[in-house]
């Protein structure tokens, strides 16, 4: 290499031409054709020429020089076929050097201005060959095949980003929703590329291809990616996002609304059927929330004078809906019913779980019953769990209890007797935290309205006892006659921070942090957090899918049907952990988004807070109208402690971001 030799290097994916100034072992100081001087190492070249220059000539002259020479090499490509080269050449699969490949193309007397053509011309099209600074290699008709479809979709990519961009800018420009059916099917497949980019952020496909889109248009972050979205009428401004983020799905299946709805025309209840027993005779009841729909338990209580007994009613779904039969499926790939302030979406179409399925007043149905005879003191004489039907007498909400719970005999008798059974828990170790809940409900306008519900009113209470004992006396009888089923255990929690009943607001809030996770099993255990030495949950069979399989092993052991053998409990328990855990999140987030938004409007309220602990940059504090957490910064001057009562100031809220924000006032 010497002063004055003309060559090529690549520098920003682009040839570019320059002249050797000097030459200091293997560095090079270079003249390029854009009058730029640059330091670069000898292996960076592309291509050498044995052509000098005569830098005698100025720099301006020589710059000239380079430009000319640049673009008649430029001009030479047009003389270069590569896809005729390669049709030749492939089937060698051997490398050819930089002078024979020149030859081929330019084969009268080719000059270094030939070669630079023919490696600009290999650097332009790279689809047929591999190629260095000293020759080429065919690649395969595969490769080429794979190269090609890889050249189209980074070429389909660059039309979207550029499409994209466009349309996106101009959308935010116009006023309105754009309606759907006017979009073309570039504009939809955009639309979906943005939805994925926005559930799924960098774990979406479209991830990369997003951002470049979103920068083009200049929208900065989720949140404007969120506003387009409801801009082209994806999504509603109060959209349940986790809804598509766990692909859940909020209407049923056609042919399962259909064979649904056949079951319930078509089922003809045998009420001579010997194995079960007629109560249709007692005084039977449901107690729900106002707005329930899907009756799935019932309560009733006689007075035989020297003992109670009490029942305990739960309606036979198993009686309707057969395993692995279509509506049985599609209720185990549920999981759940999903209740949300706004929405509820249920395991069962309506027709089963608020018409065949629901113990609807008068109407008879099919029932497990759990009949328990107490003692006035309230210890369990004996049980017996038995097939039933079942009428119900009278349908009362949890206000109706609270208004006669201290004179109505019926309701005193199951208030007290569900007392004595938690009493008796308590002093078995049980876990009791009590705290308010906070009842979230959106009208049809959107209005929120936000309720606190003391769920140790006497209605409440004596449901949710009466439950947890006939859920207890279900997992006993299923343990003692060696039955498998999904049993639900407890291991003790890290710290105890109160006895019995008797904690504060504070300590119950932080003790349920401290609770430890409940554990699934075929085989039952010790439940700490109830102080019960077996649990199934089977009182919700219309709601929940565990209940549906815990009821079907119940029937399994009084002969109604074939009992699920312990692996295919595992099983479920597997395949439902999952959707139970987005079951579980979707309601949290949006009972939370639905209170911040009701707090969205009472920006600069005061509210009693506690003092929950201290973070490193503030204290981490309960708002207890709301029974919501939040931050509060550290004030300058001012030192606080956990179950401080304060008051603060509510200074920033939005639903959408997650975010509330106060500060001491």
Not at 319 to 347: C, T, V, W
Request: aromatic share 8%; with cysteine; glycine share 4%.
């Amino acid at each position: 290499m010497e002063v004055g030799n003309i060559v090529e290097y690549i520098d920003r994916q682009k040839i570019t031409c320059a002249v050797v100034l000097e030459v200091k072992k293997q560095r090079l100081r270079l003249l390029t054709e854009n009058n730029r001087e640059v330091n670069l190492s000898a292996s960076r070249l592309l291509h050498r020429d044995n052509v000098r220059l005569d830098l005698s000539q100025g720099r301006d002259r020589t710059v000239v020089t380079l430009k000319e020479l640049a673009n008649k090499r430029k001009a030479l490509i047009s003389h270069v076929d590569i896809k005729d080269l390669w049709e030749v050449l492939n089937t060698e699969q051997e490398w050819i050097d930089l002078a024979t490949m020149t030859e081929f193309c330019f084969p009268n007397s080719p000059s270094g201005d030939h070669e630079s053509a023919v490696m600009r011309a290999f650097f332009n099209d790279r689809l047929y060959f591999k190629f260095n600074p000293t020759g080429f290699f065919p690649n395969s008709q595969e490769q080429v095949e794979r190269l090609t479809a890889q050249k189209k979709d980074a070429q389909r990519k660059e039309r979207i980003v550029e499409v994209g961009a466009n349309w996106l800018r101009n959308t935010l420009d116009q006023g309105g929703v754009i309606i759907a059916n006017t979009l073309s099917d570039e504009q939809k497949e955009i639309i979906e590329i943005l939805k994925s980019y926005y559930l799924f952020e960098k774990e979406s496909n479209y991830y990369a291809l997003a951002q470049a889109m979103l920068a083009k248009a200049g929208i900065d972050g989720l949140g404007g990616v969120f506003k387009v979205l409801v801009k082209l009428g994806v999504f509603d401004e109060d959209e349940n996002i986790d809804l598509h983020r766990y692909e859940i799905e909020t209407d049923f299946p056609d042919n399962v609304v259909e064979n649904a709805s056949k079951l319930a025309e078509s089922f003809q209840l045998i009420s001579t059927d010997d194995r079960r027993k007629d109560l249709t005779s007692l005084p039977i009841m449901t107690i729900d929330g106002q707005g329930t729909l899907d009756f799935d338990d019932a309560l009733s209580i006689e007075d035989y004078g020297n003992y109670f007994r009490l029942g305990v009613h739960i309606v036979d779904v198993g009686n309707f809906i057969r395993k692995g039969d279509l509506i049985d499926q599609e209720a185990q790939d549920r999981g759940s019913s999903i209740y949300m302030p706004d929405h509820k979406i249920s395991m069962l179409p309506s027709s089963l779980a608020e018409g065949l399925c629901s113990l609807k007043a008068d109407k008879i149905r099919p029932a497990i019953s759990t009949m328990i005879n107490l003692s006035h003191t309230g210890e369990i004489i004996d049980y017996d769990i038995i097939p039933s039907l079942i009428k119900v007498k009278q349908q009362l909400t949890y206000y109706d209890v609270n208004i006669v719970a201290d004179e109505n005999k019926e309701m005193m008798i199951l208030r007290d007797i569900a007392e004595k059974f938690r009493k008796n828990r308590l002093d078995a170790g049980a876990v009791q935290i009590i705290t308010p809940e906070i009842n979230v409900w959106v009208n049809d306008d959107r209005e929120v309205s936000v309720s606190k519900i003391n769920r140790e009113s006497p209605g409440r209470m004596l449901v949710s006892e009466l439950m947890i004992m006939a859920n207890w006396l279900m997992a006993k009888f299923l343990a003692e006659n060696n039955m498998p089923a999904i049993f639900r255990s407890q291991p003790e929690p890290r710290e105890r921070l109160y006895k019995g009943d008797e904690g504060s607001i504070f300590q119950n809030w932080m003790q349920r942090k401290l609770i430890s996770r409940f554990v699934l099993s075929h085989l039952s255990d010790w439940h700490s957090g109830l102080g019960l030495e077996a649990y199934v949950t089977a009182t919700s069979p219309i709601r929940k899918y565990f209940d549906l399989v815990t009821q079907r092993q119940v029937r399994a052991v009084l002969g109604l049907e074939q009992p699920y053998s312990a692996e295919e409990i595992d099983k479920i328990i597997q395949l439902l952990e999952i959707p139970m855990s987005h079951v579980a999140r979707i309601q949290t987030a949006r009972h939370r988004y639905w209170l911040l938004k009701h707090l969205e409007k009472r920006v600069g309220q005061k509210d009693e807070a506690i003092v929950l602990y201290k973070r490193r940059n503030g204290y981490q504090i309960l708002l207890p109208e709301y029974m919501i957490e939040c931050e509060l910064p550290i004030s300058s001057g001012i030192e606080l402690k956990p179950e401080d009562y304060i008051q603060v100031t509510i200074q920033h809220v939005s639903a959408r971001r997650d975010s509330l924000s106060v500060f001491m006032g």
